[in-house]
């Protein structure tokens, strides 16, 4: 079935670093892929999208290119600050079910000043 | 607007209780999706609504859980004879409509349930 490996954390960073979290996917379809975020205390949201093959999402400095040659979707960021610790999850939508997500295991980015 | 809302925002629960969780999408949003959350199996799918029906329950873990959505808006999460390994975040979506290309999950702020 269709899965998601992300890398295991946590990751930790001092503020200004340059910041890769690295995400494959297994996809019997064409799914679009997604990055949510989940900062301390609080919910899950979207950074950041991609819905089909050399896509690039960006977000609030973070960028990720869907690369269907090494069903791939890293995370990326120049420049960390400590406002960016937090949860991250990679996921892909199945559309022939509903576009339901499935996630990656999670990352947890820890900046340090 | 508002957001997708989900109560009760904790419950805490006796093995062997039943407990309902709540779900009020964003309006408009007609497919509606619940995960759960727990520390051993991370997030995963349980189920998901499109209108009123569920064309998808295979994430169901048990017979014990079943959900409903009544006039396309609020859900139920139900899960009877509650065990220990219940124990999760359950989480609840919103989006305009199931299996469009690129559409984007709101998620709620979750209901921690703690099964003692």
């Known amino acids: 079935g269709d899965s998601v490996t992300q890398m295991e954390g946590p990751v930790t960073l001092s503020e200004e670093a340059f910041l890769t979290i690295n995400c494959t996917y297994t996809?019997?379809?064409?799914?679009?892929l997604f990055w949510y975020v989940q900062y301390p205390g609080e919910g899950l949201q979207l950074l950041l999208k991609?819905?089909?093959?050399?896509d690039k999402g960006s977000n609030k400095g973070f960028e990720a290119t869907y690369r269907k040659e090494t069903t791939s979707f890293h995370l990326e960021k120049g420049s960390v600050q400590v406002s960016d610790s937090a949860v991250y999850f990679c996921?892909?939508?199945?559309?022939?079910?509903?576009?339901?997500?499935?996630f990656g295991q999670g990352t947890e980015l820890s900046v340090k000043p | 607007g508002a957001g997708v809302s989900q109560s009760p925002s904790n419950k805490v629960t006796e093995k062997g209780k039943d407990v309902e969780l709540r779900c009020d999408p964003i309006?408009?949003?007609?497919?509606l999706y619940w995960y759960r959350q727990s520390l051993g199996q991370g997030l995963e799918f349980l189920i998901y609504?499109?209108?009123?029906?569920?064309?998808?329950k295979s994430g169901l873990p048990s017979d014990r859980f079943s959900a409903e959505r009544t006039g396309g808006s609020v859900s139920t999460l139900t899960i009877q004879r509650t065990q220990q390994e219940d124990s999760a975040v359950y989480l609840c979506?919103?989006?305009?409509?199931?299996?469009?290309?690129?559409?984007?999950?709101?998620f709620g702020p979750g209901t921690r349930l703690t099964v003692l």
């Open positions: 609504f499109q209108g009123n029906s569920a064309p998808d």
């Open positions: 309006s408009g949003h007609t497919a």
């Open positions: 991609a819905t089909k093959a050399d």
């Open positions: 996809a019997t379809g064409y799914p679009s």
């Open positions: 996921a892909l939508a199945v559309y022939n079910q509903g576009g339901k997500l499935i």
């Open positions: 979506a919103s989006s305009l409509e199931s299996g469009v290309k690129g559409n984007e999950q709101f």
